[in-house]
């Protein structure tokens, strides 16, 4: 997918202007924390499980290499292959691969962000392949040619009516007078269109939120039953998964299930968990006859063992841009690439690099909300952070910003002269701000005062108050 | 107040901040007041100005570390350092340590400065058991939650313990307490269409409570808050609580001119 | 390919060695994968996975009507068709039935209702019900474990719009580690690793909230799943 990420200020203005975004966010916000709430409280176990989860990846990131062999010998052993692609590239070329062997003609696809990392669906279409996105979200976006706003709710903002205009106008089969008002109408459409779409396809994509090393698994989780219509039906199943997927036993998956879809939607579990184990078995009446996991790098070994380490806890659950208050005021879109949100904000600079993403770990005011909510206890604020200070050191921030810092920082070292210039400063704003108690503009100040009054300074700082105070012989 | 004097008196360090130095000492006197009431010897560092924190979350961890080393020698003589404010607290108390990682010597000061750094009022209920306040307000009050108060260093229910005992006082929750207003430092002017976004939305959530006076622990988000809902022609006057803890209201609410609030 | 695989692993292992992590993310425990993989070991089970027998059913029962499943118990497998034919003509549904073939004909006695015609197989498109056999429950969630197998085709799950899924009490567990150990007894004859193909937890219809959040059920999974508990059967082999 193409990154706009170097856009994001362009991006935000437009996201905060539109009206049907803003109404959507307002819903999605209103929604899922609450819903999560409700599943933690109905849970009393939920901290103490979400403390083992971390404790669970953190003891497989530790161990990767073991456990990536692991993993792959028990997929050779039930007779599924395993391709390890360093890059994006890699990938692409290995998924293309196996659909021409294959004689693909259409492939069906279960949500899968490493999917949209590798953009596979611009490259199986160049190379006449057709990819058709089954989740009902993935599907409206790609009627759309858009990129997923939510990495769980994909078009978490678009309207029922914009969704009803979309199929009005590329569903060939719709019936003009057929109405659309309704979600429900909307659904069946999408399940009538897809259902042959299902039926007919040569191959299978999915993606994976875990692999499972003891058995060579691969575990789905969706609510729609899309992915398992998408692995059972054609006569190959390709997985795509990055690495840091990996867990070590079922028990282990288990717990992190745990806290997957509570935290996720407050669901206390989705509806379909699936753990698929190489290809159909000789007595089998169902199921596909080849089982491929392409496992992807594409920048995971480059966070491991580094300042981002923790990142690789994820397991993309959306809670944290459930809860964002910037994901909420810009939306998904606005993040530029495949991930947004918190999580986005420290994964895409890692992904495509500090300068085109460099303005996502700054849009953000700490407030610590993430890290609150985060299942897997990732320090998401420590990290973004972290980005900053790259930042600093290569010398990519704004030099009108450093120059301010710098000065800031020059007077703060130096108390004497601090207090002189602040003296003076709050003398002078005080003065001039007294009559009214605020001021309406600023000189230098337009992107504070564009929304907001300054609010002014009472005039002279405690310091001089206070020691004055004390010298004239107080307590 | 409802506490028996300290038999050795505690010897506190105030560190005032530099939004309250600069914009609004009213809040400097207040937290002294308070500190003194609960039988505590406040002094004022003079070689205090910032904490550091906007050159850290600014990436510029040299500046971060040199201020630091400043605030840990200006502080680690008293028994305590207490700040009206949850954001400077938490940058020493949990930060501090983590700037210095590399620097056993430092390290260790760093550790023992921030094992004594407080926010005021958790300072006030936790750590010295003050359980009610001698002052009376007149008002219904909403309080704030600010982010770091609240996340780094769980300030919740002191300030409503407190306030929930003041003659007068109503308190009204809003539905969005724990929202970050916007503010963040520098994000406010860096990202001032999504600050403004924010602290938009955490005006509605004041205005809904119905409440006449606001109150936070912290003069950054308290500016901001203040400052929008001028702009929003607002009625609502807005306070430290230190403030009103202390019974120090005569000075006029932040962004109000003087004699234009009753 | 290989290349590629060397040069990742050779990353991790690299990456690995000169590794700085903080305290949070150091693991907790000293064991070595090997240790790890063979243990196995449980973590953390709810409580609420661990009730007696009867408050076990009575809160799978509760859990996956929560979850919009519908449940209806009978005392054998004998009392299934009656079941599944009152269940269909209740909901208005054809009453062409494919089936598992774990429970065809004599297990569970299909010709006994009229009104109902059992083909056994996989799923195909245009079939309307499909009821099969759970390998478990688990009450923690209402959640049902379905193991792929010849006489139990995963297809069943997930083409037809209603699924009727037969399950004896006996095998309703509290907790999802209990049937992961059953998982592995009943696979434990297969050198090759004791995993199906598939192994499937169905906790209640298929649903999307991708439309303006407003929770709707069908989506491409089953619309309807009926859970029928047979309360004398004996246990799942």
């Known amino acids: 997918m193409r990154s706009t990420a170097a856009n994001f200020e362009e991006n935000s203005r437009k996201a905060l202007a539109d009206v049907k975004l803003r109404d959507a966010l307002s819903r999605l916000s209103e929604g899922f924390p609450a819903k999560r709430r ?22 497989v990131l530790a161990n990767l290499d073991v456990y990536l062999e692991a993993f792959e010998a028990r997929v050779v052993g039930r007779g599924g292959t395993v391709h390890w692609c360093r890059t994006a590239a890699e990938a692409r070329d290995a998924v293309l691969g196996i659909c021409r062997k294959a004689n693909a003609r259409t492939v069906t696809k279960s949500k899968s962000m490493i999917g949209e990392e590798i953009a596979i669906n611009e490259h199986l279409e160049r190379n006449g392949v057709v990819p058709v996105e089954t989740d009902l979200g993935e599907y409206i976006i790609q009627l759309r040619q858009e990129p997923p706003s939510h990495i769980i709710a994909p078009a978490i903002h678009l309207t029922k009516n914009q969704i009803a205009d979309t199929f009005r106008d590329k569903h060939r089969q719709l019936a003009p007078d057929r109405p659309l008002d309704e979600p429900r109408s909307l659904l069946e459409e999408a399940r009538g269109e897809l ?53 070590p036993t079922l028990e282990d998956a288990t717990t992190i299930l745990r806290v997957l ?69 810009v939306g998904g879109h606005a993040y530029g690439w495949v991930y947004s949100g918190p999580m986005g904000a420290v994964l895409i600079p890692g992904l495509i690099g500090l300068e085109e993403g460099g303005h996502l770990p700054n849009a953000s005011t700490f407030c610590g909300k993430c890290e609150e909510v985060c299942p897997m206890r990732i320090p998401l604020p420590e990290m973004l952070r972290a980005w900053r200070r790259l930042q600093f050191e290569q010398q990519k921030s704004s030099a009108v910003g450093r120059a301010g810092l710098a000065a800031w920082a020059f007077l703060a070292r130096r108390p004497w002269l601090y207090r002189l210039a602040i003296g003076v400063g709050a003398a002078a704003l005080g003065r001039l701000g007294r009559a009214r108690g605020r001021f309406r503009r600023l000189p230098f100040g337009g992107a504070w005062t564009t929304m907001r009054d300054f609010p002014a300074p009472q005039g002279r700082t405690f310091q001089s108050l206070w020691h004055a105070e004390r010298r004239g012989g107080g307590r | 107040m409802s506490k028996s004097p300290a038999t050795t008196p505690v010897r506190v360090g105030l560190f005032v901040t530099c939004l309250v130095d600069l914009a609004r000492p009213s809040v400097g006197f207040a937290a002294v007041k308070l500190l003194e009431d609960a039988g505590c010897v406040v002094a004022v560092p003079a070689a205090q100005t910032c904490c550091g924190q906007p050159a850290y979350n600014s990436g510029d961890s040299g500046d971060a570390r ?35 990682a590399a620097d056993p010597a430092l390290a260790t000061r760093a550790q023992a400065l921030a094992a004594k750094t407080h926010e005021l009022v958790s300072f006030l209920v936790d750590v010295l058991q003050v359980d009610s306040v001698a002052a009376s307000y007149a008002g219904t009050v909403t309080y704030h939650d600010s982010c770091s108060g609240l996340r780094e260093l769980g300030v919740k229910a002191q300030p409503r313990a407190l306030l929930n005992k003041i003659n007068g006082l109503i308190l009204r929750e809003g539905r969005e307490t724990e929202a970050c207003c916007g503010f963040g430092g520098l994000f406010c002017v860096k990202y001032p269409d999504i600050s403004g976004r924010m602290v938009d939305a955490k005006v509605d959530d004041i205005v809904a409570t119905g409440a006449d006076t606001l109150l936070a622990g912290d003069m950054g988000c308290l500016i901001n808050m203040a400052g929008r809902l001028s702009r929003r022609g607002s009625p609502v006057r807005v306070r430290h609580v230190a403030e009103v803890l202390a019974g120090l209201t005569a000075e006029p609410p932040i962004g109000a001119a003087p004699g234009e609030d009753a | 390919m290989s290349e590629s695989r060397a040069e990742i692993l050779g990353a991790v292992k690299n990456a690995l060695r000169h590794a700085r992590l903080p305290e949070s993310a150091r693991p907790n425990s000293n064991a070595s994968p090997a240790e790890h993989l063979g243990d196995h070991r449980a973590n953390l089970i709810p409580a609420r996975g661990t009730l007696g027998t009867k408050a076990r059913i009575d809160l799978f029962i509760r859990e996956a009507e929560r979850v919009n499943a519908t449940v209806a118990r009978v005392s ?162």
């Open chain 1, 38 to 59: 409700d599943a933690a409280l109905r849970l009393p176990e939920f901290e103490a499980l979400r403390d083992q989860a971390r404790d669970i990846k953190n003891h």
């Open chain 1, 195 to 247: 259902r042959g779409k299902f039926i007919a396809a040569d191959v299978g994509l999915t993606g994976a939120n875990m692999l499972i090393a003891e058995t060579g698994s691969t575990v789905l989780v969706t609510n729609e039953g899309n992915a398992d219509l998408t692995y059972s039906l054609p006569k190959v199943h390709v997985v795509i998964a990055s690495l840091e997927k990996i867990v």
């Open chain 1, 261 to 329: 879809a509570r935290s996720a939607t407050g669901q206390d579990m989705s509806v379909y968990t699936t753990f698929c184990t190489g290809p159909r078995r000789a007595d089998d009446l169902d199921g596909p006859d080849e089982f491929h996991v392409v496992l992807l790098d594409n920048g995971r070994t480059r966070m491991l063992g580094g300042e981002f380490h923790e990142m690789l806890r994820c397991i993309r659950c959306g809670a944290c841009l459930n809860h964002c208050p910037v994901y909420k005021a």
């Open chain 2, 66 to 100: 040199a201020i630091a080393a400043q605030v840990i020698e200006a502080f680690e003589g008293f028994d305590y350092v207490v700040a009206p404010s949850g954001s400077c607290a938490g940058m020493i108390r949990l930060h501090y340590p983590k700037l210095f």
């Open chain 3, 76 to 237: 054998g497998l004998d009392g299934v068709p009656r079941e599944v034919a009152r269940y269909l003509s209740k909901q208005n549904l054809p009453t062409t039935l494919r089936i598992a073939p774990a429970i065809a004909e004599p297990t569970v006695p299909w010709t006994s209702q009229s009104l109902l015609t059992a083909e056994p197989g996989r799923a195909e498109g245009s079939d309307a019900v499909g009821v099969s056999r759970a390998f478990a429950g688990v009450a923690e969630t209402g959640t049902l474990v379905m193991l792929s197998a010849p006489d139990s085709p995963t297809t069943l799950n997930f083409l037809p719009p209603t699924h009727v899924v037969v399950i004896a009490a006996a095998d309703i567990a509290g907790d999802y580690e209990t049937v992961w150990a059953r998982v592995r007894a009943a696979g434990a004859g297969n050198e090759k690793g004791f995993m199906p193909r598939a192994v499937n937890w169905i906790t209640g219809p298929s649903r999307t909230a991708d439309i303006e959040q407003m929770l709707l059920l069908g989506a491409h999974g089953p619309q309807r799943l009926h859970i029928v508990i047979v309360d004398d059967e004996v246990a799942h082999p």
